[in-house]
């Protein structure tokens, strides 16, 4: 009640200068400027320092992590200059959407920043085009700027020597950058649809799962060079683990070779990719006979999986068979 009555004599203090100063302020020092007619009623917490203007508490720039700007009233990373700039929604997997863009294959990292806004409960796919000459290796990198962890999905689109559908998943469930490899099997048209990972992992499931919030995202993809194939004899079991990547073999020559690799983690789904002298023969299943090979049939194997929610390395076993 105090403090009522010290700003109601205040008011009636100011007198004349009502007339000069606007509406909620007043020269209260006789200076000649205008002062807010009420002495700040707010005391900023922690983390937060008065705005003289609003005469209200706004978050300190200070506390926002190394690498984050305070913008708006929220601490964001700040933007960065990209080789490309998602285009225009629609611009998912439907047959009338336009591609998001096309990201060139090149040994330097191509980086691409687009933005995530699901709306009525669907997700946003930016689906983005991929064209390669022959089997390709990529490094993505993928950062949320302002919302959650965004990861991949890639299909083909054309290409001439895939047997049957080609997927794979690149996400985790955990809201942090993730780097994994995606091999492309064949030359031809690929598309990769980013979004966040909550709804890839419904689509790896096959179970749709609500989409997390809007938010932003970095990208870079690099071409890797592919490491030299790992010999392995007919028959033999490798044991091994992946970690956001692919492993490659050379089987020795046999006239029937039959190829099975089984992943041990639980969120995970193996892929093969094998060929023989050079020609893709399958690059979705995760057992693979081959028979009546020539006697100098060189099978070249890549242990890959459709998804692997998890974060940590995922142990496989491939067993190869006569
Ligand atoms: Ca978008
Ligand atoms: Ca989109």
């Known amino acids: 009640m105090r403090a009522f009555l010290a700003f109601a004599l205040l008011a009636t203090g100011c007198g004349d200068n009502s007339k000069a100063c606007g509406e909620g302020t007043a020269d209260r020092d006789n200076n000649g400027l205008c002062e807010p007619d009420e002495e700040p009623m707010v005391t900023c917490g922690p983390g937060t320092s008065l705005d003289v203007a609003t005469n209200s508490c706004r978050p300190d720039p200070a506390i926002c992590a190394d690498g984050q700007e305070l913008v708006n009233g929220a601490c964001i990373a700040p933007v960065v200059e990209v080789d490309l700039v998602e285009g225009p929604e629609p611009n998912g997997f439907a047959p009338a959407d336009v591609p998001a863009g096309l990201i060139p294959i090149e040994a330097t990292a191509t980086t691409l920043r687009g933005c995530l806004a699901p709306a009525d409960g669907i997700a946003d796919f930016d689906v983005y085009r991929i064209v390669v000459g022959g089997p390709t290796l990529l490094a993505i990198t993928l950062t949320g700027l302002d919302g959650p962890a965004p990861g991949y999905l890639a299909r083909d689109v054309d290409v001439a020597e895939l047997p049957v559908g080609f997927e794979r998943i690149g996400a985790t469930l955990a809201d942090v950058e993730a780097t994994r490899e995606l091999f492309l099997p064949a030359a031809g048209t690929y598309a990769l649809g980013i979004t966040d990972g909550r709804t ?13 919030d809007a938010g932003c995202y970095l990208a870079a993809i690099t071409v890797r060079e ?10 033999s079991t490798t044991l091994g683990e992946l970690v956001g990547a692919v492993d490659e073999f050379v089987v020795e020559p046999a006239a029937t ?22 020609e893709l023969v399958d690059a ?39």
């Not at 592919?226 to 028959?235: D, S």
């Not at 299943?285 to 929610?309: F, K």
């Open 226 to 235: 592919r490491p030299a194939p790992t010999p392995v004899a007919v028959p």
């Open 284 to 322: 979705a299943n995760n057992r693979v006979q081959l028979t009546g090979l020539a006697a100098d049939a060189s099978v070249g194997v890549i242990v890959d999986t459709r998804y692997d929610l998890g974060l940590g390395p995922l142990a496989y076993r491939l067993a190869v068979n006569p």
């Open 200 to 212: 890839l992992a419904g689509v790896a499931r096959g179970v749709t799962i609500e989409p997390t």
């Open 257 to 278: 070779v039959d190829l099975e690799l089984v992943m041990t983690g639980p969120d995970s789904e193996a892929a093969l990719v094998v060929y023989v002298d050079d």
